[in-house]
């Protein structure tokens, strides 16, 4: 075939998107091996769905929310093992980045993964992928009044973790 | 004029309308504490970006960009995923397999050349619908997913389809092999779905080297669980019945 098939398409813009899924999935799973597991079953899911998805409507929101229902999932499923990952995994790899760069990334990533499972997608989706409160809402399923309320405690509780200023730790 | 601390949060964000964002603006040139409040908030939002900044630059995992990039390497995750998380169905372990397995199969033969290529396929034309017959139609018939048999035909699940009958998928092993899922209609089993499957190889179940078009159909198909052996047999014991037409 010669014509670019919404599969195309779909696999195009996922191409484009990786990188996001996988800083969404650091932020919610709190570590990388998880992180990337729940990108590998979130774009097999997508993609063998594709045709619900509309080639021009927001593909990294419709990815977001696929990427939580995995999650939850998963969690529900560890939980029922009795293996839900500890939190002081947080923040195992952080890159190559410089060490004061380093430094931030840790406190800030050790923070996020204290927070409730619930505050911290709220926290993903709008600080750290910079939706709307709108499309944050909808892709949690949510009214825009819950998501503002999780979001509003969770930064209370980023803001006592990492020192009040919000600067420098 | 007093401001919720979620109000500045939001103003933080850009999220206020501009009557809203006017109001506070003037309220913070008033009082430098609702300025700092909403520093606050836009010096939080910076730091979190910051501190998750650095998963963007880190090469993308070969096995995502992989899965991205090759039309052929699509497991259905939805059905492995859900059959796996739920204890007692006989798809359970297997399904998964199944679909890692099909991350490897390369498809691509459609029925047409699969009944040209075969002198005598296990599957004949009746009035427009493919019905399997043979050694296939046997198979179906009467092995159970658990035996194997020496029919060279290896039945993988069976489950109820959204009318109620029933559908089995199977394997044959031939010199190309090919896969498919039947339905039994009230005489014979129809083929639905039918695709060239690769060789079994060493421990491989057959169940586990169901093409994807197939997985497809099954996941589109499949109403509820699969059957476990003990509904398998029954079901064969009682011809395959469809209890919904039997009620007629």
Same mark, same amino acid.
């Given at each position: 075939m010669t014509t670019t098939s919404p599969d195309d398409e779909i696999r195009a813009a996922l191409d484009d998107l990786l990188p996001r899924l996988r800083r969404f999935a650091r932020v919610i799973t709190r570590n990388v091996a998880d992180a990337d597991d729940l990108v590998q079953v979130a774009v097999e899911k997508a993609l063998a769905r594709a +045709?619900?998805?509309?080639?021009?409507?927001?593909?990294d929101s419709w990815m977001f929310g696929i990427m939580k229902n995995a999650w939850i999932d998963e969690i529900r499923a560890r939980r029922r093992r009795e293996r839900v990952h500890a939190? $002081? $995994? +947080?923040? +195992?790899n952080v890159g190559d980045a410089s060490a004061a760069a380093r430094d931030i990334a840790l406190s800030v990533q050790a923070a996020v993964a204290r927070l409730p499972e619930e505050q911290r997608m709220a926290i993903a989706l709008v600080l750290v992928e910079g939706l709307s409160y709108k499309d944050a809402a909808e892709t949690l399923g949510i009214p825009i009044g819950t998501l503002t309320s999780r979001l509003a405690r969770g930064r209370t509780a980023l803001q006592a973790l990492l020192g009040d200023d919000g600067g420098s730790s | 004029m007093k401001f919720s601390d979620e109000m500045l949060m939001a103003y933080a964000d850009g999220e206020l309308d501009l009557v809203t964002r006017a109001e506070i603006e003037s309220a913070m040139a008033a009082d430098p504490e609702l300025a700092r409040a909403v520093e606050r908030h836009r010096a939080l939002a910076a730091r979190l970006r910051a501190g998750y900044d650095g998963v963007l630059a880190e090469p993308v995992p070969e096995r995502l960009a992989a899965l991205v990039a090759r039309?052929?390497?699509?497991?259905?995750a939805d059905l492995a995923a859900k059959r796996a998380e739920r204890p007692g169905a006989r798809g359970r372990a297997r399904l998964p397999q199944w679909a890692a397995l099909a991350a490897s199969v390369i498809v691509g033969v459609v029925v047409g050349v699969l009944l040209t290529r075969s002198p005598r396929p296990p599957y004949e034309d009746a009035g427009g619908a493919l019905v399997a017959r043979g050694a296939l139609d046997a198979a179906l018939s009467d092995?159970?997913?658990?035996t194997s048999g020496e029919s060279g035909v290896a039945i993988g699940i069976t489950f109820r389809d959204r009318d109620g009958r029933f559908c089995r998928t199977f394997y044959m092993h031939r010199n190309a092999p090919v896969a498919g899922l039947a339905c039994r209609g009230t005489q014979r089993w129809a083929i639905e779905v039918l695709a060239a499957a690769p060789p079994l190889q060493?421990?491989?179940?057959?169940?586990?080297?169901?093409p994807l078009p197939v997985l497809h159909v099954v996941d589109a198909r499949m109403a509820g669980e699969p059957l476990d052996a003990a509904a398998e047999a029954a079901a064969r014991n009682a011809g395959w019945r469809n209890p919904r037409s039997m009620a007629e």
């Open positions: +045709a619900q998805w509309r080639p021009g409507s927001r593909l939190p $002081e $995994e +947080a923040g +195992a | 039309p052929a390497a699509v497991p259905v092995q159970l997913a658990a060493g421990e491989l179940r057959p169940a586990t080297a169901m």
